[in-house]
């Protein structure tokens, strides 16, 4: 039997804080402003993938969940293209290495949390298949290098090579050549930072993060003024915030960053609606609380569906925490915080919280954490198929 190379990675998800809505370029995923997140533990939320080489297989195959998925799409053949490409240079250079850049792949991915249900499973996705396939080549690419090629596979996707706080800087050239992600500060720069992820709909979404913001580039009057004004001002102030750990701000940035990209989603035509009344009840609550201490607790967050981000530092859990184990006793996700009692701030009211009892289905409690990691379990078998089938 012919030998089976293989290499295998975790990769995390990341949670946009300055969001990234808006292509110039559709097929190389060049966006039409820079943005800015936070990648979050693998602890909690992680991609799985092994990516195996090996003479013997005869067609490139992609197991995601168990479920054999399309390569030929246009946006993992463009991330297996580059890597073969690369691989292909090496193998020129020193003709002794075996030709893995002919040999055909074996992919095999698992994400321990609902694909495609706007808990970016496309970011930590790409990220992982770029980072399994750039391992198991051998390539001396660094991460930032490797980002320009995740980018192809889903624009978010570049900025999960990182850990920390990751910027995406949208570049000018039309090649995209300089559209890649770099690291504003490592996890353990700021290593306070939690996140709360408020699960209220784990179903796939309806319009896609890709068609809503064509649509959005396309009709949106404000657009315009978001990528042009709003958004390179924003950017300056937000990295500066997380070099100085000044939360107030980047909480504050944060929240308004996240309410003008479903602002201009409102604004397109036909209007693109993510949040739903549950995700509307969390951003008064969470603007209620913060109210009530005058300064900012927690910062919300929506994505391209109704879940709910919040980011607050460990500091202020017993005052964030306390309140969603009033909301939400019952969920999931208490397991590991069975010390939190629950409590809430003096002047919030009761129908208030309550509100979120009946539409958030799970809770995530997680916070910053690191790139993604090599390691040395695989999801494939010896002969090359995954483990699970
Ligand atoms: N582990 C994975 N390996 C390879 N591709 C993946 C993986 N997980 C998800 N994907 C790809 O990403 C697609 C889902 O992307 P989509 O943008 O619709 O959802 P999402 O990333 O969960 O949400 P959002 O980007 O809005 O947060 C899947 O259909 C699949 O093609
Ligand atoms: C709202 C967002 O989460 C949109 C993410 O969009 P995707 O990266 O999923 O889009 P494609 O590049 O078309 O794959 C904001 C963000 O993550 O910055």
Redesign the pocket.
């Known amino acids: 039997m012919a030998k089976i190379y293989s290499a295998s990675t975790t990769a995390p998800v990341n949670i946009?804080t300055l969001?990234?809505?808006g292509k110039r370029d559709t097929k190389l995923?060049l966006p039409t402003n820079s943005?800015i997140?936070v990648t979050l533990s693998q602890d909690d939320l992680r991609t799985f993938t092994t990516a195996a080489a090996s003479e013997a297989f005869t067609k490139d195959t992609l197991w995601l969940n168990g479920t054999e998925e399309s390569v030929t799409g246009a946006r993992t053949s463009a991330c297996l293209a580059e890597l073969r490409a690369l691989r292909k240079s090496l193998e020129d250079a020193d003709p002794s290495l075996p030709p893995l850049s002919t040999y055909k792949l074996h992919i095999v991915s698992e994400n321990n949390f609902p694909t495609a249900a706007g808990l970016?499973s496309?970011?930590a996705g790409f990220a992982a298949l770029v980072r399994a396939i750039a391992d198991l080549y051998e390539l001396p690419q660094s991460a930032e290098e490797l980002s320009r090629i995740a980018r192809q596979g889903?624009?978010?996707?570049c900025r999960s090579l990182f850990g920390g706080y990751v910027a995406w800087e949208m570049g000018e050239k039309e090649d995209g050549s300089d559209s890649r992600a770099v690291q504003i500060a490592t996890e353990t720069d700021w290593p306070d930072m939690r996140a709360a992820i408020l699960v209220v709909s784990a179903k796939k979404k309806e319009t896609s993060?890709?068609t809503g913001?064509q649509t959005t580039a396309k009709t949106s009057p404000l657009f315009k003024h978001r990528v042009e004004v709003v958004v390179p001002e924003r950017f300056k102030v937000m990295s500066k915030s997380i070099l100085d750990k000044d939360f107030e701000t980047f909480g504050q940035l944060t929240m308004a960053d996240s309410n003008q990209?479903h602002a201009v989603c409102l604004d397109s035509s036909p209007p693109v609606f993510y949040m739903n009344d549950v995700s509307r009840n969390v951003i008064s609550l969470i603007e209620k609380v913060n109210n009530l201490a005058g300064r900012v607790v927690a910062a919300y967050t929506f994505?391209?569906g109704p879940n709910a981000v919040l980011y607050y530092l460990e500091k202020d859990e017993p005052i964030v925490l306390g309140l969603l184990k009033a909301a939400l006793p019952d969920l999931d996700g208490w397991q590991n915080k069975a010390t939190v009692s629950a409590a809430v701030p003096d002047g919030v009211s009761e129908d208030m919280y309550d509100s979120l009892k009946d539409g958030v289905s799970r809770i995530i409690l997680t916070g910053v954490g690191p790139s993604p990691q090599k390691i040395a379990e695989s999801l494939v078998d010896e002969s090359g198929l995954p483990k699970s089938a």
């Open positions: 946009a969001k990234y809505w995923n943005s997140s970016a496309s970011a889903s624009g978010s996707a993060s890709t913001m990209f994505d391209a």
